[in-house]
């Protein structure tokens, strides 16, 4: 039934609150953190979750961070990628998301960004804040209203995003520009000093749609390989190879992911000059 933690990426199906409570507990919190001061104004996530469910905005993954402090269980940092259920259809192969990330335990507001689903590697992209600006809402004030208002303002900039995207598909790139392009993207996630990853490794494709060398497939195949791992890493010390595990932690996944979108955006202003 799951793939990747998207429900139903086939069929398209939202998550229902069963599926949420079983991916992201901490989206039902009936509290907030004992850590909170007075001036916390606690909102569930759930609250806002049927409040852009009501406006057509369906969940379609959650995730959230494990925590180490026992307290804090319940409260953690969480993220939910959401669809529009009439106007976000699907451009080319993928499909444009809002993504939303809260905790209860003060360590995250409620953030909303643009995400895009790439349908054919079922990779879930967030777009970093220089494209389209990261929506953050305090716990203070009408918070269910504010969330909204942002949800919108991402949605009227997605045009945006998928004109960049446009552009990259556009843009060729020789192998050598492919091997920079690599070798600057793994630095996002390894330590040149501590261990070694094959920049050819990480543009190695998994299956025949990315076999373009257009700037978009280039970009998310090394997307693909940051952040689900699968590559060959090397301790410099030791001379031990491992395969590089899956990125899991909700905020190392947004912090890779839009430091990688604006690496590849970068990239395309460089090409397009």
């Known amino acids: 039934m799951f793939n990747n933690r998207f429900y139903g990426t086939r069929t398209q199906n939202p998550l229902d609150n069963n599926e949420l409570r079983r991916m992201a507990p901490s989206v039902f919190a009936d509290s907030k953190h004992e850590s909170r001061g007075d001036r916390?104004?606690?909102i569930p996530t759930i609250n806002i979750v049927e409040a852009l469910r009501k406006e057509g905005f369906l969940p379609v993954y959650a995730s959230e961070s494990r925590v180490r402090d026992e307290s804090k269980k319940g409260f953690a940092k969480h993220l939910l990628r959401f669809r529009q259920h009439d106007g976000f259809t699907t451009v080319g192969e993928v499909k444009p998301e809002?993504?939303?990330l809260n905790s209860h335990d003060g360590t995250s507001s409620y953030q909303l960004s643009a995400g895009l689903y790439r349908l054919v590697c079922s990779n879930g992209m967030i777009v970093a804040d220089s494209s389209i600006d990261c929506v953050r809402v305090r716990h203070s004030g009408n918070v269910i209203n504010n969330v909204i208002?942002?949800?919108y303002?991402?949605?009227t900039e997605t045009p945006?995003?998928?004109?960049?995207?446009?552009?990259m598909r556009g843009l060729n790139l020789t192998r050598s520009e492919q091997v920079v392009f690599a070798?600057?993207?793994k630095g996002l996630r390894w330590d040149a000093d501590e261990v070694?990853?094959?920049?050819?490794a990480l543009l190695n494709i998994r299956r025949s749609a990315d076999r373009s060398t257009d700037l978009w497939t280039t970009f998310n195949v090394l997307?693909?390989?940051?952040?689900?791992g699968g590559v060959q890493v090397e301790n410099k010390e030791t001379r031990r190879a491992q395969s590089a595990r899956e990125v899991k932690g909700v905020s190392e996944n947004v912090r890779l992911n839009k430091a990688i979108w604006t690496l590849a955006d970068e990239m395309r202003k460089l090409k397009a000059a």
Do not use: D, P, R, W
């Open 183 to 185: 070798e600057a993207a």
């Open 40 to 42: 916390y104004k606690f």
């Open 98 to 100: 809002i993504v939303l």
């Open 153 to 155: 303002k991402i949605v």
């Open 160 to 167: 945006k995003v998928i004109e960049q995207m446009e552009v």
């Open 149 to 151: 208002e942002g949800t």
């Open 196 to 200: 070694n990853v094959s920049a050819e």
């Open 223 to 228: 997307q693909e390989k940051l952040l689900k």
